[in-house]
């Protein structure tokens, strides 16, 4: 079956920077697209950034510029870098295998100010 593990994230101040794992399992990596989404407390989960099978990338505005998706074929494995981070970056980040239901578990991104 599909898994998905999210790994990296973390307490750090505003300005500072976390790079996101997501680990994957039982799916053909290389030609799968994948997204990052992200939930803050009391609030919908929200898309980020998405990378499709030929690295072509797409980010919510609020990111762009700050935040990069990328992807390792040979480990099965997607990342999120992100740089000049800001208290409201604060939430939980999932990986998702895009247009499936497949999701990580979440790892908690806290930004203090």
């Known amino acids: 079956q599909v898994q998905l593990v999210e790994s990296g994230g973390g307490l750090v101040q505003a300005g500072g920077s976390l790079r996101l794992s997501c680990a994957a399992s039982?799916?053909?990596?290389?030609?799968?697209?994948f997204a990052w989404y992200r939930q803050a407390p009391g609030e919908q989960r929200e898309w980020v950034a998405t990378?499709?099978?030929?690295?072509?990338?797409n980010y919510h505005d609020s990111v762009k510029g700050r935040f990069t998706i990328s992807r390792d074929n040979a480990k099965n494995t997607l990342y999120l870098q992100m740089n000049s981070l800001k208290p409201g970056d604060t939430a939980a980040y999932y990986c998702?295998?895009?247009?499936?239901?497949?999701w990580g578990q979440g790892t908690q991104v806290t930004v203090s100010s």
């Open positions: 990378i499709d099978s030929s690295d072509n990338t």
């Open positions: 039982g799916i053909t990596f290389s030609i799968s697209p």
């Open positions: 998702r295998v895009f247009g499936a239901n497949y």
